[in-house]
């Protein structure tokens, strides 16, 4: 009851506080979660509301990218909006505010480290967000994620360059006339579904760590870690 409690606590931080709680405990149901404790049968988990929460993130992102950016040409729409609704971005906003400590996981996903999982997180991250439409409706959700996508969306790096690598580079070269240097730090899970960790080194300190499905990909989410902090 008290991580439910911590749980509750945690989004009205980002400005919103639910009516239907149940609601908000499924967005943290994973379906292992609920294959366990369902014993094998179909019990509600919250992939149908991560359905719901995908189609709102598109919608409300692209619509603040339209509102802030009113000179950008169709295509650059498209291309930053993919770059900040990706699983790798929205995994990074997950750990930001919290929510890998309350997604409910099966005893096997969660032995393997589910809760650090991008795919898991970046799913969860939109189940809020499809809770959040379903309780408090389209303007709520929208304005929840305006506070949260803000900071991406007003002049920052992540709206000029896609790539968090290149922009990071970029801005090291910049400041300092150096690049960075990636690490892979680790590989856990069986073949078909391996996470690589990886880290980004600058002068001896570890400016960001990211974990995916591949290892381009934890370079891609450490170098966005490391431009978030920065």
Not at 5 to 29: K, N, P, S, T, W
Not at 33 to 48: D, P
Not at 94 to 113: C, H, N
Not at 123 to 133: C, D, M, S
Request: aromatic share 6%; net charge neutral; proline share 2%.
């Amino acid at each position: 009851m008290a991580e439910q409690d911590q749980l509750v606590e945690c989004i009205a931080r980002l400005g919103y506080r639910f009516r239907d709680q149940a609601l908000l405990r499924q967005a943290v149901v994973h379906s292992s979660y609920a294959f366990e404790r369902s014993g094998g049968k179909l019990r509600r988990n919250n992939e149908r509301l991560e359905f719901l929460g995908d189609a709102v993130l598109d919608l409300a992102v692209g619509a603040l990218l339209y509102e802030l950016h009113p000179r950008m040409r169709e295509g650059d729409l498209s291309r930053h909006r993919a770059a900040l609704v990706n699983e790798s971005h929205l995994a990074l906003m997950a750990r930001e505010i919290g929510l890998d400590a309350f997604i409910l996981l099966g005893r096997g996903e969660k032995k393997s480290g589910g809760n650090t999982k991008p795919s898991i997180l970046a799913g969860t991250f939109e189940a809020v967000i499809g809770a959040v439409y379903l309780d408090g409706g389209c303007e709520a959700a929208q304005q929840m994620l305006r506070k949260l996508f803000l900071p991406w969306l007003e002049g920052t790096l992540a709206l000029e360059h896609t790539d968090a690598k290149s922009t990071l580079q970029e801005l090291l070269q910049e400041r300092y006339g150096e690049a960075p240097a990636y690490h892979l730090q680790g590989e856990e899970g069986p073949s078909h579904d391996k996470i690589f960790s990886s880290v980004v080194i600058f002068r001896g300190e570890i400016l960001g760590r990211g974990k995916a499905g591949s290892k381009k990909e934890a370079e891609q989410a450490a170098a966005a870690a490391a431009l978030a902090k920065m």
